[in-house]
């Protein structure tokens, strides 16, 4: 049914056959339509599948409000964003209302007088539910007022007096009435305001300074927090962890594969980047997880395979502005490179002070070599040796076009079988040919088959 098909007074809505139903209610109904058709019911979240979603589909199909608890960018509030797609797509409301009212029962004074004067024909409007999830990142700054709800001095200034409940503000949460509101980092928000959302949770209603209003909410509540043995600007307080239904532990990509798959559905590339050069770059963040230098309780973000592959497809353009070359595909050369611009984002431990850069290329060399062994172990790369047995070299860098690395190495016997591991095959472009390889030569080095040197930021393969 169009938007405009839809009933716009009360009687309209009661005549079309419209049940009402509570938010945890729409959920429970549409995730389990998605459950038995096979349809995802959280698109776009990778690597969850045999942990984290049947917890979560578990509270939810039970009613719950829920925390999810994890380090840094294991997706959490990507996680929660994806709930408000378990809503019904289109949902009736009373027009002009703060707090989204269901046009069957009112709650608020000003929507049951305005009931009271004209009865079946109240207006109704119909809200989308991309508009139906609100979010908040609790801050030591936020206030009761900005949740729940104070006092308006401008409604107090036009005549109403203080008793009456018209003058009341609503904050974040009620105004996200029949929806879903999303509280990022829970533990940052002050304990007298945590304790504000005792109410919303097991009352399910609101107190806005001591007024006599008790307005009851129907919403679905998820916070996120990182694990309190981490977070120490504050904590949940223990009251209002007993009031949430579910906690649910959150974690990084278990698998290389899933890894992958994250950074190539996360990453805005400006440049081609090979399949196996984002493996690189998955398997040198899972070590850098694994990494005894690296404090381990902060973790490493996604965000830091996201932005390492962007920025390698970056130095792929940049090699493309400044030398015209048309291949604008990435290439292992252009790993290191942005290597010192990822510094920030990870946290070493103490006694590692001085030796950050250090550990990073170990842990890429570590990462690149394992690629090889995966994408090529089996393979007879002879043609490969063979360059060199005469002394010859081959130079690469970040400023050696596509091109100019393929006319030193001519026609190299098994290339074809190399490229067709890759995911190729044989019509493998002259940019994706240079990145394979190139991929083969460090590979080759990495397991001490061949040398390699390093001369003014070119690297010189059987030196």
């Known amino acids: 049914m169009t938007l405009s098909a839809l009933p716009t007074t009360l009687a ?32 776009g979240i990778v690597g969850f599948d045999d942990t984290v979603l049947p917890e979560l589909e578990t509270a939810l199909l039970a009613g719950h409000d829920l925390v999810l608890l994890g380090e840094r960018g294991q997706g959490k509030t990507r996680l929660m964003r994806t709930l408000a797609g378990l809503l019904d797509e289109w949902s009736p409301v009373v027009q002009g209302c703060e707090i989204n009212d269901d046009p069957t029962d009112p709650v608020c004074v000003r929507c049951q007088r305005l009931l009271a004067e004209v009865g079946d024909e109240l207006p109704v409007v119909w809200r989308h539910r ?48 029949r929806g879903v509101f999303g509280l990022n980092e829970l533990p940052d928000l002050a304990e007298r305001i945590q304790v504000a959302l005792f109410n919303v949770l097991e009352e399910r209603d609101i107190q806005v300074r001591g007024y006599s209003l008790r307005l009851p909410l129907d919403l679905l509540l998820v916070a996120t927090a990182n694990p309190e043995d981490y977070t120490n600007r504050g904590r949940i307080i223990t009251p209002l962890k007993d009031r949430f239904g579910a906690e649910i532990r959150t974690h990084y990509q278990l698998d290389v594969a899933d890894e992958v798959e994250l950074i190539a559905q996360e990453s805005a590339v400006v440049a081609s980047v090979p399949e196996h050069l984002v493996e690189v770059v998955a398997r040198f963040t899972r070590g850098l997880r694994e990494s005894a230098s690296v404090d381990q309780r902060s973790g490493v973000s996604a965000r830091f395979s996201i932005a390492a592959t962007e920025a390698v497809s970056a130095s792929a353009l940049r090699r493309s502005a400044r030398t015209g070359d048309d291949a604008v595909v990435a290439r292992v050369c252009d790993v290191p490179g942005v290597v010192p611009t990822l510094l920030g984002k990870v946290e070493f431990e103490m006694g590692e002070e001085g030796r950050e850069r ?83 030569l460090e590979g080759l080095h990495l397991t001490r088959r061949i040398d390699k040197d390093t001369v003014a930021g070119r690297t010189v393969y059987g030196a």
């Open 358 to 440: 250090e550990v990073l290329d170990h842990l890429l060399r570590v990462a690149v070599a394992e690629t090889f062994r995966s994408r090529l172990a089996g393979l007879d790369l002879t043609g490969f040796t063979a360059l060199f047995e005469d002394g010859s070299v081959v130079e690469t860098g970040e400023l050696v076009p596509a091109a100019e690395l393929l006319g030193q190495l001519g026609t190299v016997p098994g290339l074809s079988k190399v490229l067709d591991r890759l995911g190729h095959g044989d019509d493998a472009s002259v940019g994706e040919t240079a990145a394979a390889v190139e991929f083969v």
């Open 12 to 43: 309209e809505l009661r005549a079309s056959g419209w049940e009402p139903r509570t938010v945890k209610e729409e959920i429970r109904a549409n995730l389990l339509a998605r459950l038995r058709s096979g349809e995802p019911a959280f698109p």
């Open 130 to 177: 991309d508009t139906r999830y609100a979010e908040k990142l609790a801050t030591p700054d936020t206030s009761v007022g900005d949740l729940v709800g104070d006092v308006d001095p401008v409604k107090v200034a036009e005549g109403r007096t203080l008793g009456d409940p018209e003058t009341v503000h609503y904050g974040l949460v009620p105004r996200t009435n």
